[in-house]
């Protein structure tokens, strides 16, 4: 996961999937990057938001449409 920018309370994270290379980025406050990827806080206590598709990609950055090839 790659930090593209910061800006005030949101940062621009860019994710690049290891098996096809899509590039696929997400915005998320300070206080979320900070908890998850600083002090390790669970992807589902952080981002409660975000579906479980979404939470994979944040932990392994694998894109939706090849987690849909792998796991369905």
Avoid: A, I
């Avoid at 593209?4 to 300070?30: A, R």
């Avoid at 908890?35 to 938001?49: A, G, I, R």
């Amino acid at each position: 996961m790659k930090v593209l920018c910061k800006s005030g309370e949101k940062v621009l994270l860019e994710s690049t999937c290891p098996f096809c290379g899509t590039k696929t980025m997400l915005v998320v406050t300070s206080r979320q990057f900070r908890e998850y990827f600083m002090e390790n806080k669970l992807v589902q206590e952080v981002f409660p938001e975000y579906d479980y598709c979404w939470h994979e990609m944040l932990v392994t950055e694998v894109c939706p449409t090849c987690q849909e090839t792998m796991f369905c």
